[in-house]
């Protein structure tokens, strides 16, 4: 199975787009926000537009959770599905997204500005800030049974009239109540905690000393975490600090839905381990 990626920030209008790229790519279905999508039915999959905040529909829309990525993955299977169209908002998700559902790398990567004109996704940005409208390449038919009491808009076609002459489909606008929390923040302190918790559970650790998080001015490119440990004398420390990066990135990406660039971990000092104590 061919996999093309359809890639864009977050309220630019991909959605909206979705099928005709996936026509002009001749895609069979599309990937879009943890639901596949095949003509206008939806074969498998939970939408991530139904999730209560931003953070879990962001866990839902790259399948994190194991049922999920599973019963996605056989419906690809089974239906005979040759080139697929995977949605995301960066090329870091795509890959999450495949690799979660087990697929090839792309071979094909299509960017939203490529297709749509400023304008275009100013309008786009400006609904889903502003109205917290979001659209999902379906028929409302097809949507109501994963929206239960969401408000969803009456479907109208998403082609122009030129493209209408080679294949019809539908849209539906959906208002996930996600939308109206706003801005969400992540504070230091949150992740912080979470690092903490790994340092006391993780073998071979004393404690944890230092804990430093640099945002940069977009956090869609990741944060960088720099820790500063204690360990116990005589531990492998290549190999305890190794696993600690790991667990901290794994940990904080679930937990938080962020993306974590680096996590450098630098030791203190060794102690001696107590008889008794904890390891």
């Given at each position: ?23 002009d790519n001749k895609c069979d279905a599309i990937i ?77 990567t299509v960017y939203i500005n490529q297709i749509a ?10 609904s889903r800030l502003q109205e917290g409208k979001h ?145």
């Open positions: 199975m061919e996999v093309v990626a359809f890639v864009g920030p977050s309220g630019t209008g991909k959605s909206h787009h979705a099928i005709g790229v996936a026509f879009d926000d943890g639901l596949l999508i095949k003509g206008t039915k939806i074969l498998a999959g939970t939408s991530a537009k139904n999730e209560q905040n931003r953070i879990q529909a962001v866990k839902r829309a790259i399948f994190t959770e194991d049922s999920h990525a599973k019963q996605v993955r056989e419906a690809l299977a089974k239906n005979d599905i040759k080139r697929l169209l995977i949605i995301a908002t960066s090329d870091n998700m795509i890959n999450k997204i495949v690799g979660r559902l087990q697929l090839n790398p792309p071979v094909k004109s400023k304008a275009e996704i100013k309008k786009a940005r400006y659209i999902v390449p379906v028929p409302t038919v097809e949507l109501k049974p994963h929206f239960t009491g969401y408000f969803a808009d009456l479907p109208y076609n998403l082609f122009s009239s030129k493209r209408r002459e080679e294949k019809e489909a539908d849209r539906s606008i959906v208002r996930p109540s996600f939308s109206f929390y706003g801005k969400l923040l992540i504070a230091d302190s949150a992740i912080e905690d979470i690092i903490n918790i790994i340092g006391e559970k993780l073998e071979g650790v004393e404690r944890v000393t230092d804990i430093k998080v640099r945002r940069r001015s977009d956090n869609s490119k990741g944060i960088v975490i720099s820790v500063e440990v204690i360990l116990y004398y005589g531990v492998q420390l290549f190999a305890v600090t190794r696993k600690m990066q790991a667990k901290i990135k794994e940990k904080v990406e679930y937990m938080t839905a962020m993306q974590v660039k680096n996590v450098n971990v630098s030791i203190r000092s060794l102690a001696v381990r107590n008889h008794g104590h904890r390891g």
